[in-house]
Every structure is written in structure tokens, then in C-alpha cells.
């Protein structure tokens, strides 16, 4: 599950996700669309993220650690707003790699 809103100038996002062997693991952040890093908590190997808006409907983010980028993603939103489209890119140049996932609101 990820959920995203607004928490004052920056965004707040909670990515929940069971992993095949049961367990738990939530990750947490707020950060503002600048591209100034943020601290995200909960996710290993993940200690800021840095997000900038280049589009009403494109948002870029890169997940680092010890302020090295480990991955990269750009979110995609539908039209409509009923859905959400998360491309994973290489943290560095920006091209797509080759995970999808999809979001559709309830």
C-alpha cells in the first residue's frame, strides 16, 4: 500500500509492503518537491529522498544512501487522478528500467 498527502509545504508518504516470507515493512517520509533531501524511515539501505515536480502530473524521486542515490523512480498520474503509475529509473540518468507498479484510488 502506498498512501501520499499533504503534510504543510511537503508531501507525506507511507509505502507498506509484505514481503514473501510475512514481514512487515513500512517506510516513511514527508519531503517538499524542491529536491532538497528528506529522511525517510523504515526502508534498509534507504536514508533520504529527494523529490521535484516537473510536471502537475510527473514527479521525479531518488531514494539515497549515505548521500549516494541506490534508486530512482518517476510517478506518473493519471488525468483522472484514479491512478497512479511508478516507473523505476536508474537513480543517476534517469532512463526507465523495468519495473512497473500500478496504483488505482479506492
Request: one cysteine or more; charged letters at 20%; proline letters at 5%.
Given at each position: 500500500?502506498?498512501?501520499?498527502?499533504?503534510?504543510?509545504?511537503?508531501?507525506h508518504c507511507?509505502?507498506?509492503?509484505?514481503?514473501?516470507?510475512?514481514?512487515?515493512?513500512?517506510?516513511?517520509f514527508?519531503?517538499s518537491?524542491?529536491?532538497?533531501?528528506?529522511?525517510?524511515?523504515?526502508?534498509a539501505?534507504v536514508?533520504e529522498v529527494?523529490l521535484?515536480?516537473?510536471?502537475?502530473?510527473?514527479l521525479?524521486g531518488t531514494?539515497?544512501?549515505?548521500?549516494?542515490?541506490?534508486?530512482?523512480?518517476r510517478?506518473l498520474r493519471?488525468e483522472?487522478?484514479r491512478?497512479?503509475?511508478?516507473v523505476?529509473?536508474?537513480?543517476?540518468?534517469?532512463?526507465?528500467?523495468?519495473?512497473?507498479v500500478?496504483?488505482?484510488?479506492?
Open positions: 500500500m502506498f498512501t501520499c498527502g499533504p503534510r504543510g509545504e511537503q508531501v507511507v509505502i507498506r509492503s509484505v514481503r514473501t516470507d510475512g514481514r512487515v515493512v513500512v517506510g516513511d514527508a519531503a518537491l524542491d529536491g532538497v533531501g528528506a529522511p525517510v524511515s523504515g526502508i539501505g536514508d529527494q521535484s515536480q516537473s510536471t502537475d502530473s510527473v521525479d531514494f539515497r544512501w549515505q548521500g549516494r542515490p541506490v534508486f530512482g523512480y510517478a493519471s483522472d487522478g491512478s497512479l503509475m511508478i523505476s529509473v536508474d537513480p543517476i540518468t534517469r532512463v526507465a528500467l523495468t519495473t512497473v500500478v496504483y488505482d484510488r479506492r
